[in-house]
């Protein structure tokens, strides 16, 4: 009999514990926030060279994957990754999984600029030995209140609702969990604790918050921090806002930022390179697999947006490639029935999907599924099953499914 998924151990990889996937070594670093130097991004690029297949994959939770690593290289990897920073503890690196938003304290939006509390929050987690006990699906976000991330559902998150308050949603729900922005890596600590003590009362391995039976409102009673004030049992999900930038978006003082996407959240070595010569210090990896180069002066963003378009990085809002995510599918994933990106990229010529988020999986785990609504295609062996809202048919041509999805959703 199948064990149940949340019964096992995770396994989720991590830059020291690498899966061995179809295609070789698959390594996932933690970046926090998405916020990388440029030397770092240079270093990582260099891995994916050198040691992997090349490519740089994005995820959704704004972290990078390298892949194709032959057995051995993950000690390489490992010092490359030391040496610039990406790997500040051995003990809690697959738990430093942090969204913020991307433009936050950049472009005048929002009521906070969370980048102070991102690194206090990766400094403060890996300084807990307690909390290295998280899954690696385990999930904080910060969002700066323009709600670009607590829709996505974190385990333990926070939105300011004023320049000094914010709530602390549990599972991306308003329970009214509330404390002062000083208290707020006190609350998103709390709660992490919280759930690995009621995890341990439940005798179970869960990995995330909605996996223990009655989570937020078990761990909601067990929080004691003198900071932390909550008057509700439950209380409404935060939306999933899908509108994200893609272009130039304006900064203070001149300056702009230049957000493009990564068509099926890959990047090849002349896209990070080109990526690497645009930037002005800093990228930021976005959760919707694309990256922020900040701090452009206003005058010579146009012409790094076109620099970027020429090497096949998504810059049009209206790109068919927008809201297309796949899974790895083969040859990468030998549980995969088909090459799912493969397809995915041969149905999108000439497709318009106006936003709709559509999703390519090889198998039944459905790996990388973004939150929220969306268009499945599951390869089945013969075909794919294409589930869109209540409405599902199969189909053995690939070019099928974008037209009748748009039709039916
Ligand atoms: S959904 Fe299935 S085929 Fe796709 S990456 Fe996950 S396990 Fe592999």
Redesign the pocket.
């Known amino acids: 009999m199948t064990e149940p998924l949340r019964s096992r151990p995770d396994l989720c990889p991590g830059a020291i514990q690498v899966h061995r996937a179809a295609d070789g070594g698959l390594a996932r670093v933690r970046v926090p926030g998405g916020h990388l130097g440029t030397g770092q991004w240079k270093a990582l690029a260099g891995a994916a060279t050198e040691l992997g297949n090349g490519l740089l994959e994005l995820t959704s939770r704004g972290n990078v994957q390298v892949r194709g690593l032959p057995a051995g290289a993950e000690a390489e990897l490992g010092a490359r990754l030391t040496e610039v920073g990406l790997l500040p503890s051995v003990s809690h690196e697959r738990v430093r999984n942090i969204l913020a938003s991307p433009l936050s304290g950049r472009d005048g939006r929002g009521l906070v600029d969370v980048r102070p509390l991102v690194a206090e929050l990766d400094r403060r987690l890996c300084g807990t030995p307690y909390l290295s006990e998280l899954s690696g699906r385990f999930l904080f976000t910060l969002d700066d209140g323009r709600g670009d991330i607590v829709g996505l559902r974190g385990d333990a998150g926070v939105i300011p609702v004023t320049a000094d308050q914010v709530l602390l949603p549990l599972a991306g729900v308003d329970h009214s969990l509330c404390t002062t922005l000083d208290a707020a890596v006190d609350g998103l600590l709390a709660v992490a604790a919280a759930f690995l003590d009621e995890r341990a009362a439940q005798g179970s391995t869960a990995w995330r918050l909605t996996d223990l039976h009655d989570g937020p409102r078990r761990v909601l009673a067990r929080l004691r921090h003198p900071a932390l004030r909550w008057s509700e049992p439950g209380g409404e999900p935060f939306p999933l806002l899908t509108d994200h930038p893609i272009g130039v978006v304006p900064q203070a003082e001149g300056l702009a930022a230049v957000a493009v996407g990564a068509p099926l959240g890959r990047l090849t070595r002349a896209q990070a390179d080109a990526l690497a010569a645009a930037s002005r210090g800093t990228l930021v990896i976005t959760p919707w697999r694309g990256v922020i180069v900040p701090d452009v002066p206003g005058a010579e963003a146009p012409g790094v947006l076109a620099t970027l378009s020429s090497h096949g990085l998504i810059v049009d809002p209206a790109s068919p490639w927008l809201g297309v995510t796949a899974?790895?599918?083969l040859p990468g994933?030998a549980?995969?029935?088909a090459d799912?990106r493969a397809d995915a990229a041969s149905t999108l010529a000439g497709a318009t999907l106006a936003g709709l988020p559509v999703h390519w999986?090889?198998?039944?785990?459905?790996?990388?599924a973004p939150g929220g609504e969306h268009v499945e295609v599951l390869a089945t062996g013969d075909g794919y099953r294409v589930t869109a809202g209540a409405h599902t048919w199969s189909t053995v041509d690939p070019g099928d499914v974008i037209e009748k999805a748009r039709r039916t959703a």
């Open positions: 899974c790895t599918g994933c549980k995969s029935l799912v999986v090889g198998c039944g785990r459905r790996c990388g």
